[in-house]
C-alpha cells in the first residue's frame, strides 16, 4: 500500500465521518436533548419528561401511530412481495425492465403524489373519464379516495415510487446468481416456475437485497412529502404531525414534537427488529416447507397478480404525470368532462418567470449535492483501488446509515443545531443536507460497475508506466463515464426529491419546486400545482436524457463503450 | 538486461506459500517458461514480478532488475511490461492514442511521438489504423497492437501471461515466431507463463515447472 493511498483513504474516511455521519449523530444528540426538554435556543435547559408528557396528551397521537404502523408496513410489504413476482416474469429482460422502469425511480415523490392526486380524486381524471355514462356521477361524490383514514391513497402513491426500486435491486442481484441453469434444474424435478422461484432463487436473492429492504421501511415509515399529498390529514401520520408540531408558530411544542421524532426513531429501529425476526421465522418454515417437496404450479397466480400489479402501477404513475402536464396547460376543466374544455398556456406565462427562479435554485442544489456526492464516491472508490482491497462489511453499512435512520429524527435535531450556529436559510446548508442523501444512492450505483472494471486493464496501465493519478484520469473514469453519469442523473433526482430537508435546513427561506409544489397542492388551483409539478419531474429527465446523451455521443466511435459495456 | 528472481514466494495473507520459493535469472532475450497445473498461482507470481499483488496476497523474495531491487516498487515504476490473455487494448482510446500511452516519456515533441507511433503502427501491420476503434479490429491485430504498446514502455523485462491461449491455432504460431523475435531483437529478458507445451517449445527456453 502505498503512502498515498493511506492518505486519499485517511481523507475520505475523515470526510465521511464527519460530513456525513457526524451530522447524522449530532442531529440525534439533538432531537434527543429536545425530546427531554432541553433547546437552549429557546431559552430552555432543564432535562424533564415534558415533553412527552404534552405528546401524550396531544390529540389523536394513537390515531397517528397507527396509520404511520399501517401505511409504512403495508407500502414496504406490498412493493416486496409485487417486486419479487414481478421479477419472476422480468429477470430474462433485465436491460428492458431498466429502461422502463427507470422513468419511475427518477420522478420525484412530490411530482408523482400530485399527479396521482389529480387522477384518483372524486374529482379527478378516471372519474371524469367514466362519469357520468358509467357511474351516473354529474357532481364528484363523495368519497375518499384521496387523503383516506386508511392511508390506502398513500399506500398506492408509495409502491409507484418503492415497486420499481426494489425490483431494479432485485434484478441486479440475480445477475450474481446462475437463474436460468437452475431455474432448468428445478423444474426438471417437477416445481413450477412459481415455486421454484420462492424455494430456490428467492433464499439466494433476499441476503443481497436486505439493506434496500430497510431502506424502503425506513423512508415509508417516516415519509412527509407524499404523506401530507395523499395521506389522511387529521390527524396525518406521525411524521406530518412532526412536521407540523416543529413549525408551529408556538415554539412550545417544539420539545413535544422532538419527542415524537425520537418515538419514530425507535419505531422504525423496532420495525427493523420485528423484520429480522420475522425473517428468521419464515426462513425455518420455509426449510419445512421446502423438505416436504411438494411441486406443481400453485405459485402460479401468485406471479400473475405480482406482474398485473406492477403493470397497474406503472400505468397509474405514467397517467400522474401526464395529468400533471395537462393540467399545466388547462384553462378550463369543469367536473365530468373527460379532457379540458379549453388549453391555455396562461398559467405558464403568469408563473414562468417565478418557477423559473425556483428552479434555478433547485438546480443548483443538486448540482451541489451530487457533484460532492460524486466526488466522495469516487474519492472512496479509487482508495479501495490504491489499496487494492475490497470493502469491508461496516463500511458497506456505513453508506446506508443516511437511508436507514429516518430522516426525520436527525434533520429535527440538525435544524435546532444549525439554529445554534446561525447556519439555516443557506443555500450550501441545504445542499449539504441533500448530500447526505445523495451520497449513499451514487455510491451504490457507481460501486457495482466500478468494481467490475478489468482489473487487468488497470494493471497494464501500470505497468506501462502509469503512476495513480494517470490510471484514475485517464483510463478509469473515462471508461466509466457511462455509470459516472447514470450515477449522477440518479444523485441529481434524489437531490431534486428531497423535501424535508430543504424544509427544515432552509428553514422556510429556501424554496425549491419540490417545496413549492407541496405548499401549492394544498391550494384550489390544480393549474399551477400541475406546472410545478410537472417542472419537478421534467428536471431529473433532462439530466436523465443527458447522462444517456453524453456518452453515446462522446463514444460514438467506441463501440466497447456505446452499448453492452458496464453499465 | 537481465530479471532476477530471488526465493520468490506469494501466500494469501496468512496462509501457506503456493509454491516453494523459486529463484531463477533470466537473460537478456531470453524467454523462460513456467509451467504448472491450473491454479498453482503462476498469473499470482507474475502479479507479483509486475507489483500488481491485491491486498489478499503478501509476497516475500525479491525482484531484482538489472542489478536494481524493484520489489519495493510500485508497478508503474517498475518497468515490466505485461501481456495478458486478452489484448485489453483501452477502448475509449483509439488504436493510435493506445500505443500513444504507451509510449516511453523520454520521447519528446509532439511530432516525434506521433512518428515512433506511426513507427510501430508499421511494424505491426497496422499502418493506417491511427485512428481506428480497437474494437473493429481482428484477434491477431489487437495482439499485436496490445505488443507494440508495451514494447514503446521501453521495458526492462516481459511478463507474457497466456497471451496466445485465446488466438486462433493458425494465428498462434505466427504470434508466437513475432513475439519472441521481438524479444530477440530487443534483447529483454521475458517470463512467459503457460499450460501449452507448444508455446515452451516455441519459446525455446529454460523451463520451470511450479509444484505445490
Known amino acids: ?567 | 538486461m537481465s530479471l532476477d528472481l530471488v526465493d520468490l514466494c506469494v501466500a494469501p495473507r496468512g496462509g501457506a506459500p503456493l509454491f516453494p520459493p523459486l529463484s531463477t535469472g533470466v537473460e537478456p532475450g531470453i524467454v523462460t517458461t513456467v509451467m504448472g497445473p491450473s491454479g498453482i498461482g503462476k498469473s499470482t507470481l507474475l502479479d507479483a514480478i509486475g507489483g500488481h499483488l491485491v491486498h489478499a496476497f503478501e509476497c516475500s523474495g525479491r525482484v531484482i532488475l538489472d542489478g536494481r531491487d524493484v520489489t519495493g516498487l510500485p508497478a508503474e515504476s517498475r518497468q515490466i511490461g505485461v501481456l495478458f490473455q486478452d489484448a485489453l487494448l483501452f477502448p475509449h482510446l483509439s488504436v493510435g492514442d493506445n500505443l500513444a500511452f504507451g509510449l516511453s516519456r523520454d520521447i519528446h515533441g509532439r511530432e516525434t511521438r506521433r512518428r515512433a507511433v506511426e513507427d510501430a503502427l508499421r511494424q505491426a501491420g497496422l499502418e493506417g489504423f491511427h485512428d481506428r476503434d480497437p474494437a473493429t479490429l481482428s484477434g491477431g491485430q489487437k495482439a499485436r497492437a496490445a505488443l507494440f504498446r508495451t514494447l514503446l514502455a521501453d521495458p526492462k523485462a516481459l511478463l507474457l501471461d497466456e497471451p496466445f491461449s485465446r488466438l486462433d491455432p493458425a494465428l498462434r504460431d505466427d504470434m508466437r515466431r513475432f513475439v519472441f523475435e521481438r524479444v530477440r531483437e530487443r534483447k529483454v529478458p521475458a517470463l512467459l507463463v503457460t499450460h501449452d507445451p507448444g508455446d515452451a517449445e516455441a519459446a525455446g527456453g529454460p523451463v520451470l515447472t511450479l509444484t505445490g
Do not use: C
Not at chain 1, 21 to 50: D, H, K, M, N, Y
Not at chain 1, 403 to 418: D, E, H, K, R, T
Not at chain 1, 512 to 539: K, N, W
Open chain 1, 1 to 567: 500500500m502505498t503512502r498515498d493511498g493511506r492518505l486519499l483513504r485517511g481523507g475520505v474516511l475523515a470526510a465521511v465521518l464527519l460530513g456525513v455521519l457526524a451530522p447524522i449523530l449530532l442531529g440525534l444528540w439533538e432531537t434527543g436533548r429536545a425530546a427531554f426538554g432541553v433547546v437552549p435556543a429557546i431559552g430552555a435547559t432543564e432535562a424533564s419528561l415534558e415533553p412527552w408528557r404534552i405528546l401524550g396528551d396531544l390529540p389523536g397521537l394513537g390515531t397517528s401511530l397507527r396509520l404511520t404502523l399501517v401505511t409504512g408496513f403495508g407500502a414496504t410489504i406490498l412493493s416486496l412481495l409485487v417486486a419479487i413476482g414481478a421479477a419472476a416474469a422480468f429477470h430474462a429482460r433485465p436491460r428492458r425492465a431498466s429502461r422502463v422502469l427507470t422513468p419511475f425511480l427518477a420522478a420525484p415523490h412530490a411530482a408523482l403524489a400530485i399527479g396521482l392526486a389529480f387522477l384518483i380524486s372524486p374529482s379527478g381524471w378516471i372519474a371524469r373519464l367514466v362519469s357520468p355514462w358509467a357511474t351516473g356521477w354529474d357532481l364528484p361524490p363523495d368519497i375518499a379516495t384521496v387523503h383516506d383514514p386508511w392511508g390506502a391513497a398513500l399506500i398506492l402513491g408509495l409502491m409507484i415510487k418503492e415497486v420499481p426500486f426494489l425490483l431494479l435491486v432485485i434484478l441486479a442481484a440475480l445477475g450474481q446468481i446462475p437463474v436460468r441453469r437452475q431455474l432448468a434444474a428445478a423444474r426438471a424435478l417437477g416445481y413450477g416456475r412459481g415455486l421454484v422461484w420462492i424455494k430456490v432463487i428467492l433464499p439466494q436473492v433476499y441476503p443481497l437485497i436486505r439493506l434496500p429492504i430497510f431502506a424502503v421501511l425506513a423512508f415509508s415509515l417516516s415519509v412527509v412529502d407524499m404523506a401530507i399529498l395523499l395521506g389522511p390529514s387529521t390527524p396525518p401520520t406521525l411524521a406530518v404531525a412532526i412536521t407540523r408540531w416543529t413549525f408551529d408558530p408556538d415554539t412550545r411544542m417544539l420539545m413535544p414534537a422532538a419527542a415524537a421524532a425520537g418515538l419514530l426513531a425507535a419505531l422504525t429501529a423496532a420495525g427493523i427488529g420485528l423484520w429480522i425476526l420475522s425473517e428468521r421465522a419464515l426462513s425455518r418454515l420455509g426449510r419445512w416447507w421446502l423438505r416436504r417437496g411438494a411441486r406443481g404450479l400453485s405459485a402460479e397466480p401468485g406471479l400473475f397478480i405480482a406482474t398485473a400489479s406492477l403493470y397497474g402501477l406503472l400505468v397509474l404513475g405514467a397517467l400522474s404525470l401526464v395529468a400533471l402536464a395537462l393540467w399545466s396547460v388547462t384553462w378550463r376543466w369543469s367536473f365530468p368532462h373527460a379532457r379540458p374544455e379549453s388549453w391555455s398556456l396562461a398559467t405558464w406565462s403568469r408563473h414562468g418567470a417565478a418557477s423559473a427562479e425556483t428552479g434555478w435554485t433547485t438546480l443548483a442544489i443538486a448540482v451541489l449535492a451530487t457533484g460532492a456526492a460524486l466526488a466522495l464516491a469516487i474519492a472512496w472508490l479509487e482508495g479501495e483501488d490504491r489499496a487494492r482491497r475490497t470493502r469491508a462489511r461496516w463500511a458497506e453499512l456505513l453508506v446506508y446509515v443516511p437511508l436507514i435512520v429516518p430522516q426525520i429524527a436527525f434533520l429535527y435535531g440538525l435544524n435546532v443545531a444549525a439554529l445554534r450556529v446561525g447556519a439555516p436559510g443557506e443555500l450550501l446548508a441545504v445542499a449539504w443536507a441533500h448530500m447526505l442523501f445523495v451520497f449513499p444512492y451514487v455510491m451504490i450505483a457507481l460501486s457495482d460497475p466500478w468494481r467490475r472494471l478489468d482489473r487487468r486493464l488497470v494493471s497494464t496501465a501500470a505497468a506501462l508506466g502509469a503512476g495513480p493519478t494517470r490510471r484514475l484520469l485517464a483510463v478509469k473514469l473515462p471508461m466509466l463515464l457511462r455509470p459516472l453519469m447514470t450515477a449522477a442523473a440518479i444523485g441529481f433526482a434524489v437531490s431534486v426529491a428531497q423535501y424535508l430537508p430543504t424544509l427544515f435546513i432552509g428553514a422556510g427561506r429556501v424554496a425549491t419546486l419540490t417545496t413549492e409544489a407541496v405548499t401549492l397542492s394544498s391550494g384550489a388551483d390544480r393549474r399551477i400545482a400541475g406546472l410545478y409539478g410537472l417542472l419537478q419531474a421534467l428536471l431529473p429527465y433532462l439530466v436523465y436524457a443527458m447522462a444517456l446523451a453524453v456518452p453515446l455521443w462522446l463514444y460514438r466511435d467506441r463501440r466497447d463503450l456505446r452499448g453492452g459495456g458496464p453499465a
